[in-house]
């Protein structure tokens, strides 16, 4: 494996940064913190007797949707002594701009665990959710004349995001398949884009600095990327020079293959054998990371799906220099993420830890572990959640009449449906030009029986590239209420397309 | 008193904003929130069932450096139903970017009691923090050609910030003096640089966008400025059509006069008829906002040094026209602050709201009443340091032998001494030319006798500009753990004075 050191990184990556990053000069007014004795009368920062919170007292619960109010659960006291690593006199005050030190220790050690680097020479960064943290990344990597690739179809902030920078977008094919090795990005038409750019239909801009990649459970499309897939993308990126930024919310949230005659099977509930080790190592899908053997792959990771979006608490790995400019950004904008957000994550993820420790301050490992228990229960949820809706869109009358199809999803928390057209629209020549104006009819349709839903073409990065394409629409199995909830819109999602298809 | 429509903003402050920000679109893929009755597939949210915090409890002490624990204290209760207006599966969610409803009222409700605007169509958004909000702010109005004026000594990270964006920064003199009338920026000269500006020292930038001030207890000079000197500054930017950017961190944090023959004397304390009412009208400068007829104040606020600069919560007060512009730059890098930052504030004022309330659910008046003692119990202990640190620094043998001079100041955390040099050094042509190697020379010898401070020129915008008065330093009283700390280090700053000026 690699060593890579600051200066090597340095001179490898430099020519990534956008020249208003290049240009960037920090002020700083003090200088470190005195030795022992020295009494501090330099920073602007309130003793910890102003802030009026004493302590804070968390009840956990011992599983997602627990009922009895989480009295099975933990309790985490916090106060300004306690936990002794991260009291709440640290949490309250000004922190470290790249994180409080206990808690960039459990990202990295949650990285070394599951997810580690191929290369020495990484680092982490919190951010405060993921849309700070690519808004950020793309700040330091782009200019007016960068381009950066995405999925055809992708979280759309992230494109506003891009053009902020003044910067260009491609979009990059997808196949939308139920089976695990075609899913995603179409890596023979990514290799003949970048082979023929100077031909190709984006010839005027820049060849791209960087590809965005939700690899794991998609969005919109569920879709996840083979290991075989990412190693072919790998070397495309290495051949071609380009940047991965791996946004990665659903990762943890893997779903074991959907059963039709047993739609009811959940592995995660079903298989007494699992362990956190067994879950880790067989069902999650390796992050680009592991094969990264020139640190150009930026992994944007949240605690938003699988603890609260409400933290707004995210953490970025790269290689050393991309994390210090991505820090530095950070030191003239938001500066660290909530500190009380830190404090509500470190607290759980340790008092967490102890179940799988001896000792009565839990190491990193028994953290780790620890925590990884909780995205395998909700992943075990979520998985109940697909199985459910499945079975629902499976037994309405408009699946039976053969209306739509369901885009089978790996991971994460959407679902798509496609209208299957009858074969005298299919065979119109305008009927991928009208593509729009279906989808919006079949959106008030939906609407109509009582669903909202997200349409795919408002998700495509262009539309016109993607028309023959984007006929889907994305449901989500997160938010409802209950199963009851989950079947009933499933079944209004039947009886949508039944009145779409009466009517065209 | 004038009301204005979005529109007549719009038109009148679009010539305001950056180029970058006037170009900026944003892609919004699905649409408002479905009527009752239809399920929401939509947004990819986790329902709050899938959060693994059941509940908090806070608990909140009675006055700053509570020795019993917060026994005396409130205790705040909030789990996924409470508090009914923004309970935890709200505030744990994925929230408005502008901030959570109750909070964003609570924040206008304080405007409107202590601030209240000259002018009719203002809004608030909450930030991350005020460096967050002026990222934002400068991000929103400055190109590579525009020139924003700062006092000239100054918080330093907004001129990394203002240089971020490409803009010019230009220092605007100070008078520093305990004067209370002449304290803060230099009005004569202010006005003279911009009527004289194509003729002037910065006659190659473009005249200012904006002015950025600390107004009340600025850092570092701890000075502030008078409403006569609002007023003028006010009809300075009106003939010259710039804004104003006021940061107001410190402006709860009003000193009363100093009595040197009763050193401590704190009417915070002493006087029994002190009512929240009398510190807000009597106490506290008036903010800009008051006298702003035109809408070209952007007021930054902030919890951080009242509260507890962890939270990274602050909330910026302007035009509606601006505020949507800043907003929009939310939507695109860190959405909402910390919703647990949020619901820890929230929860906090809501509880202290209940005793000038006789409803079970305060009013938003009793709320801002409520939360406002907190702040004036804070301003107490902070002159309570005050007198503490004077006395300490008015006692030394190095004040008696009339080595140094305090400037001081009028609101803060900050007091800053200047050394008083001997007229042989003084009458020396290159005195002011070699300040910076004498302070760095002061400063080694304050950090032998045992105290860390801040050296003035380190906060200049321009240090040339600045070189005949930025020989002061800085401290705080505000980190400080006891008076006796405070004490010891006024002590140890006398003795430093002495060894310095023994050995020039």
């Excluded at 459910?388 to 739509?404: I, N, R, W």
Aim: hydrophobic content about 35%.
């Amino acid at each position: 494996m690699t060593q890579f050191d600051f200066g090597t990184l340095k001179s490898r990556y430099t020519s990534f940064l956008s020249r208003r990053d290049a240009a960037k000069e920090l002020v700083k007014f003090w200088d470190n913190p005195p030795g022992p004795g020295v009494i501090e009368l330099a920073g602007g920062m309130p003793n910890a007797g102003f802030f009026p919170i004493d302590s804070i007292d968390l009840h956990v619960v011992s599983h997602p949707f627990e009922k009895n109010h989480g009295k099975n659960g933990l309790k985490v006291h916090m106060d300004k002594q306690e936990p002794k690593d991260m009291p709440l006199s640290m949490s309250l005050q000004y922190t470290n701009t790249e994180g409080m030190g206990p808690l960039v220790s459990f990202a990295k050690k949650m990285i070394e665990r599951i997810n580690p680097p191929a290369y020495g020479g990484w680092n982490v960064c919190m951010a405060n959710g993921s849309s700070d943290a690519m808004y950020k990344v793309f700040e330091v990597l782009c200019d007016e004349d960068s381009t950066v690739m995405l999925e055809e179809f992708t979280f759309s902030p992230v494109i506003s995001n891009i053009k902020l920078q003044g910067a260009s977008v491609v979009p990059v094919k997808m196949q939308l398949s139920a089976d695990p090795e075609q899913q995603g990005i179409d890596v023979d038409r990514l290799a003949d884009l970048l082979d023929n750019w100077s031909v190709g239909p984006y010839k005027h801009l820049n060849k791209p600095k960087a590809l965005y990649t939700v690899a794991t459970g998609q969005n919109p499309t569920g879709m996840t990327l083979s290991p075989t897939k990412r190693r072919r993308i790998y070397e495309i990126a290495q051949k071609h020079d380009f940047l991965i930024v791996e946004d990665d919310p659903y990762g943890y949230l893997f779903f074991p293959p959907y059963n039709p005659k047993e739609p009811m099977n959940n592995a995660y509930w079903d298989d007494k054998s699992l362990t956190v080790q067994k879950y880790v190592d067989d069902y999650l899908v390796k992050s680009f990371l592991t094969i990264d053997t020139d640190a150009r792959v930026i992994r944007l990771e949240t605690f938003s799906k699988l603890y609260a979006p409400g933290l707004r608490l995210s953490f970025v790995v790269a290689n050393e220099f991309l994390i210090e400019r991505i820090f530095n950004m950070s030191e003239v904008t938001t500066r660290a993420p909530s500190g009380v957000s830190q404090a509500l994550v470190y607290g759980v993820v340790k008092e967490m830890g102890k179940k799988y420790s001896s000792e009565s301050e839990p190491s990193l490992d028994s953290m780790v572990t620890g925590w990884m228990e909780w995205p395998m229960k909700v992943a075990g949820y979520y998985t109940h959640r697909r199985n459910v809706a499945f079975k629902a869109l499976y037994e309405t009358e408009g699946y039976s009449k053969g209306l739509y199809q369901v885009m089978e999803p790996s991971a994460g928390m959407f679902i798509d449906l496609k209208p299957c057209w009858p074969q005298n629209e299919l065979s119109r020549p305008d009927h991928y030009d009208l593509i729009i104006e279906k989808m919006d009819k079949l959106n008030q349709t939906l609407l109509k029986t009582g669903v909202q839903v997200v349409l795919g073409y408002r998700m495509a990065v262009d539309v016109k590239a993607s028309k023959d394409t984007c006929d889907f629409v994305r449901i989500t199995i997160a938010y409802a209420n209950d199963d009851q909830q989950i079947v009933e819109a499933c079944h209004r999602i039947g009886k949508g397309f039944e009145a779409y298809f009466s009517h065209i």
